[in-house]
């Protein structure tokens, strides 16, 4: 199965994050080792394991296919596999083949950190790998922790696969699309949405995201919202951001996220106001 990703321009990095996650899901286990469920593990032991474990094994995400790779990690006891990216590029403009030009065009392996780490000030770190900054080669990079999905978002709408609980799916899918429009990520797609046996979500991939824009990309995929959620949105403070993204966001990117987050705050509160709490919170 292949997690192909839509863009218009699409730099070789993308091709290989790509690949490594196909092979993911393919392979129920790592080399040598078996597979792990993130579940299984605390956060700080597959953080410990991420940024100690000797890699074993090595291999580019495709044929020709720069800064991306499959490593294969062991601490002793665990074997698993995990996804490196390095990419960190930044450019005045770039030209998309649709002919959009985006000004100020950053494609950053620090992105995939930054949001793992916001995701967890609000309550949402269980749907997204565990993502530590690690260097490999010579290059820093971001190291994420293998996902056993067994298939993306993309392939289950092509073959037309309904969830078994279609509420709880629901719940899911709103978060996601709270999280996106927070994060103003460019590269939202059905490929990076990961699907695990027991239907939990994953999102993955967010080194285009944090664009300095304040307005939403895209206020009407904000239906609904976690009532927690919404709590931690109108708790989540700028020094909170900062510090827990330091060295990955910069100051004029956090101010973003904190200009979204008000907007999106105020678009929900908006929707109460004219369709009930009953019929906008869960």
């Not at 820093?140 to 709408?157: C, F, I, T, Y």
């Not at 004029?252 to 987050?261: D, I, S």
Request: charged share 30%; net charge positive.
């Amino acid at each position: 199965m292949a997690y192909l990703r839509r863009k218009s321009f699409v730099p070789v990095w993308v091709l290989a994050l790509t690949w490594a996650f196909s092979v993911w899901a393919q392979a129920p286990e790592s080399a040598g080792g078996p597979a792990l469920n993130q579940e299984k593990l605390s956060e700080e032991q597959i953080r410990e394991f991420l940024l100690k474990g000797k890699v074993v094994k090595a291999r580019r995400a495709g044929k020709g296919i720069t800064n991306s790779y499959l490593l294969t990690l062991t601490d002793g006891t665990i074997v698993h596999d995990a996804s490196f990216q390095s990419v960190d590029e930044s450019r005045a403009a770039a030209q998309f083949s649709a002919g959009r030009t985006e000004v100020h065009f950053r494609d950053s392996y620090k992105y995939n950190i930054a949001a793992f780490e916001l995701a967890k000030l609000l309550g949402l770190g269980d749907m997204m790998p565990v993502t530590v900054e690690r260097k490999y080669d010579g290059r820093r990079g971001s190291l994420s922790w293998w996902l056993p999905a067994k298939m993306d978002e993309e392939r289950r709408v092509k073959d037309r696969i309904e969830p078994p609980d279609a509420e709880a799916w629901n719940k899911q899918i709103y978060r996601m699309k709270v999280f996106g429009q927070l994060v103003y990520d460019m590269d939202r797609n059905m490929g990076n949405v990961l699907i695990s046996e027991d239907w939990h979500v994953w999102m993955i991939d967010f080194s285009r995201a944090f664009r300095l824009h304040e307005q939403l990309e895209n206020p009407k995929n904000l239906v609904k919202c976690d009532r927690q959620l919404l709590v931690k949105l109108r708790q989540l403070d700028a020094e909170g951001v900062i510090n827990k993204t330091r060295g990955f966001l910069t100051k004029m990117e956090v101010t973003g996220v904190m200009k979204r987050r008000d907007r999106i705050v105020a678009h929900f509160e908006n929707l109460i106001a004219q369709k009930g709490e009953s019929e906008v919170l869960y």
